[in-house]
């Protein structure tokens, strides 16, 4: 059925016998894309809906289709107007209030549409992205349509992208919406609601007489906020409070053949410089060292895992110097527009299904790197690695369709390149090399080094944000064969303090302690700015090797480290500020995050306070991302989280009012200046 | 009565500290008729480890003959010299000298705040708590006095020491003596905390004493295990303030 004339839709007879659909998306990009794809690019709109034809299969066939879209959230929970008062009742009371759910005004037009619409219709579809808060807003959109048509039949299309095929086969395979899912999010919404207002007014009552500009700002509380903020201060003062430690060591160099090797000591380093003094003079009585190992093996650096939400913002930040939350709007941009998958996945490894040759093969018309994903096309392309998540709702990140850089933004066009380099350099092979492994024995102790010669580049050439070079070449030694080192020398060196978090540093410590959904760490991050609780600043060129870190996986000899291998090594392991660490060079210009006044104040006015359960820390946070995990595992309801969680927040709340003179005291300080550094104010 | 020579010979063979006659007599008269060998020698191992070897009193459970330090043996100015006897010692120190001072007192006061960081994750330490299977019941009502026992737990399940942790130890000898000891080879037994304050150890004759410390290898080096609880419960308390005083962190900056 096609309509030339825009009519408004609910004047429409409906033929006899006509079977109709009401599909409704999370927004009008996809509304667009959907429609598009299911018209065959033949539709007639009227107002924001659009109408077409098309064949679902399964029982419902042919049928005549409405398509539209809301704008995420339909409704917001409240507190009745008897609770607007921020002193009376008080806060306390907002733990057990009555809440009530609205339609927000300004979405009141969009409500009713669906309404209307769903009069005419027997099925509805709900196309909202599939993750729990698209599954939440589905709810949102079936209870508006029931509003209309009480008895309406209610399918979810599972989709991960807009691309063409996909969206058709995600049409014909309608699945149910998860309930689940639905109340794990209302769980979190309505405990969001009670703990943020009744801590937010506790914090704002309590410290606004103090006056000065306190009086002025808006002191809020969020329960992904406080624990973000905490790492930020906890960071601070890890570097403000660190206390430099020399160390000793021995080096060893040895010149053969015009070739000059640096041999490092098995121990590294000591801090004890008699027992170091004590081990070097017995290695110079030795005189001699002996080699007491070779071996040459072939070595390779692992291509990337495929890519996740965590691992976009935090490539975005380090590499394209973008914020994690610019990061996510650019990507949802490309998104809309059918470039890339959905961005929101924590999925790391592509189902064996998909046909990810024809993805690449998309790729080859590129000028930058067509040539590379050519090359892949003809025969030289190898399955993903797979990591070890997935939410078994979308696929890793990957670009759906080649776009020219002219169509894109900058920003936008940066991205992109990252999302399809990465995607290539998956479905391409580990970079080789051959590695020569050499052990001496001088004295009673062990010295060893290692040349590794790259022999095929492999992802590495289009993969250009790591790299992988040849270390200078060893000198031929064989095993049992004796020499006098041409330098043994003792090393002194000292320990230097770990760096401020930059913004990946930081997304990473909230991944790893469960604050905030992959999808909303840098909504967190931009509100602890904007509250100003903290401040970010460039870091000089500080030599510490801190941003090392990041770089996961350098080149491993073992099994492939699944995501975020080289996150366990945070301690300790790597010598840090020692002298293995040189790499500060490209960490420079990096922004960093240093808590304000304010910032410190609230978390350690919280952290001295109620000490068990502090707020600054992620514990409560975590449990609470659990929880709703296991609502949506159905391993509980959402009735037990809510009474659960609401009693260990109240108890912390009720803890935190008997000591809010420790909250008062340390936010006095902050008064003056609460927006300014805290450093400034120490200095 | 031949139980004497016989219990004395059964705990020599397992390399422990050789008892005084009087103890050995103590132990076989205590009962009669005297339990079976094989508890004897349980009985005698136990409070041998437990003891104080420098405990001279008339009531002292080891052999006031047994072999001592020679009396020169820290001294800074000989290279190399070998123990001449096999000599038993007790553990009154030990420090990890692969890891700063600065970054022991972060973990320590991490524990005390009842945290440990396994990565970039941070952990909450929960006490154990005595009923034992309620322990996921209520962690809010952990009270404070619960905390030490809940950090010593932590510890000690974090400071095992790696493959290449060097770590250096005081011990005692007999007569009091105090020497610094070095591991010259990883051994696994010993670790912060892992290595209780008391504990016993035989260092071999031929152990290797250079500059005045006493180079530890397998070879040389028998773990005896054994404890003196009084000690080593002070020795945990004191631990943050000794390192934070070596690092200078007690002072006001």
């Known amino acids: 059925m096609r309509f030339t004339q825009p009519r408004p839709f609910h004047r429409l007879a409906p033929r006899l016998g006509d079977m109709r659909v009401l599909c409704v998306a999370e927004k009008p990009s996809i509304s667009k894309a959907v429609a598009g794809h299911l018209s065959g690019g033949s539709f007639a709109t009227y107002i924001k809906n659009y109408a077409f034809d098309f064949d679902f299969g399964q029982q419902w066939g042919s049928s005549s289709v409405t398509m539209t879209c809301v704008t995420g959230h339909l409704t917001n929970v409240e507190f009745t107007n008897e609770y607007k008062n921020w002193s009376h009742p008080p806060p306390e009371s907002l733990f057990t209030a009555p809440i009530v759910k609205n339609v927000h005004d300004d979405k009141r037009d969009i ?153 490092s000591w098995a121990r590294n380093r000591l801090f004890d410089r008699m027992t170091a003094v004590l081990l070097y003079e017995r290695c110079l009585d030795a005189k001699k060292a002996k080699v007491t190992k070779v071996q040459e093996k072939p070595t390779r650096k692992f291509k990337p895992l495929p890519l996740t939400t965590v691992e976009l913002q935090k490539a975005a930040t380090r590499l394209l110097r973008m914020s994690g939350q610019q990061a996510m709007t650019v990507a949802e941009g490309l998104y809309n527009k059918g470039f890339i998958s959905y961005p929101r996945t924590e999925t790391d490894r592509f189902d064996k299904g998909m046909n990810l040759r024809a993805l690449v093969q998309k790729q080859t018309t590129d000028q930058r790197w067509g040539p590379f994903a050519q090359g892949l096309v003809n025969g030289g392309f190898q399955q993903p690695r797979e990591g070890r998540h997935d939410d078994k709702a979308h696929p890793p990140i990957h670009p759906i369709a080649h776009v020219a850089p002219s169509v894109l933004s900058y920003d936008e066009g940066r991205l992109y390149e990252y999302v399809t380099r990465r995607f290539l350099a998956c479905c391409s092979e580990d970079a080789k090399g051959m590695a020569t492994d050499i052990e001496l024995q001088f004295g009673d102790e062990y010295f060893s080094t290692r040349g590794v010669i790259v022999l095929e580049r492999n992802y590495l050439d289009v993969y250009v944000y790591e790299s992988w070079n040849n270390t200078t070449e060893l000198p031929k030694f064989t095993v049992g064969e004796q020499f006098e ?147 949506c595992e159905g391993s509980t309801t959402r009735r037990a989280v809510l009474e659960q969680s609401i009693a260990q927040y109240k108890q912390v709340f009720l803890q935190s009012q008997e000591q809010v003179g420790v909250l008062k005291q340390v936010s006095q300080k902050a008064v003056t200046f609460p927006n300014v550094l805290w450093q400034v104010i120490i200095v | ?64 003959s047994a072999p001592v330090f020679p009396a020169n043996i820290d001294a800074a100015t000989v290279k190399e010299t070998r123990l001449a006897q096999n000599t038993h010692v007790q553990v009154v120190d030990i420090e990890n000298l692969s890891l700063s001072r600065w970054e022991q007192v972060e973990e320590l006061e991490a524990i005390e705040r009842g945290e440990r960081t396994r990565g970039r994750q941070v952990i909450r330490v929960v006490a154990p708590e005595d009923g034992d299977n309620e322990a996921d019941t209520s962690t809010t009502q952990q009270t404070q006095a619960s905390r030490p026992a809940a950090a010593a737990a932590a510890a000690a399940a974090t400071t095992t020491g790696g493959a290449n942790a060097v770590h250096r130890l005081v011990l005692q000898d007999r007569q009091g003596k105090r020497v610094f000891a070095v591991e010259l080879k990883r051994i696994n037994g010993i670790g912060i905390i892992k290595t209780h304050i008391g504990e016993k150890m035989l260092l071999k004759a031929g152990a290797v004493v250079a500059r005045g410390t006493v180079l530890l290898t397998p070879e040389t080096c028998t773990l005896l295990g054994g404890k003196i609880d009084a000690w080593h419960e002070t020795w945990m308390e004191g631990r943050l303030a000794r390192l934070k005083e070596s690092v200078g962190a007690d002072r006001p900056r």
Request: proline share 6%.
């Open chain 1, 111 to 263: 409500a009713k549409n669906i309404a209307d619409q769903a009069k005419y219709a027997r099925l509805l579809v709900i196309w909202t992205d599939c993750d729990r808060e698209g599954e939440h807003i589905g709810q949102e959109i079936v209870d508006a349509a029931k509003v209309g048509n009480a008895a309406i039949q209610v399918k979810r299309a599972r989709f991960s992208n807009v691309e063409r095929a996909h969206v058709l086969a995600a049409a014909r395979r309608l699945v149910e919406l998860d309930e689940k899912q639905v109340n794990a999010v209302s769980a979190r919404i309505e405990l969001d609601l009670r703990i943020g207002y009744a801590f937010t007014r506790f914090i704002t009552n309590n410290l606004k007489p103090l006056g000065g500009p306190l009086a002025e700002l808006v002191l809020s509380y969020g329960s992904c906020q406080f624990p973000t903020l905490g790492f930020v201060v906890d960071r601070y003062f890890r570097v403000k409070n660190f206390v430099p430690e020399p160390f000793w060591g021995i080096s060893l160099t040895h010149n053969k053949e015009g070739k000059q090797v640096r041999f």
């Open chain 1, 485 to 631: 080192p041409s330098e043994a020398m003792m090393t002194e060196g000292k320990t230097s303090p770990p760096n401020y978090l930059t913004e990946g540093d930081l997304i990473a410590l909230m991944d790893a302690n469960g604050i905030g959904t992959d999808a909303t760490m840098a909504e967190h991050i931009q509100k602890i700015q904007d509250r100003e609780y903290v401040a970010t600043i460039m870091r000089g060129n500080d030599t510490a090797g801190g941003a090392a870190g990041e770089n996961d996986e350098e080149e491993a000899n073992g099994a492939p480290a699944a995501r975020g291998g080289g996150r366990g090594r945070g301690r300790g392991g790597r010598g840090r500020g020692g002298g293995a660490s040189a790499r500060g060079g490209r960490a420079s210009g990096l922004k960093v995050f240093v808590p304000t006044q304010l910032g410190v104040a609230l978390i350690l006015g919280f952290d001295r306070m109620s000490f068990e359960m502090s707020l600054g820390k992620p514990f409560l946070r975590k449990e609470m991302e659990l929880q709703m995990k296991a609502i």
């Open chain 2, 1 to 64: 009565m031949d139980l004497i020579p016989q219990l004395q010979r059964a705990i020599l063979a397992h390399s422990l500290p050789p008892p005084s006659q009087s103890f050995l007599t103590t132990l076989t008269t205590a009962r009669s008729p005297p339990p079976p060998i094989p508890s004897l020698l349980a009985t005698a191992k136990a409070r041998l480890l437990a003891s104080d070897l420098t405990n001279t009193s008339t009531s002292a459970i080891i052999d006031p």
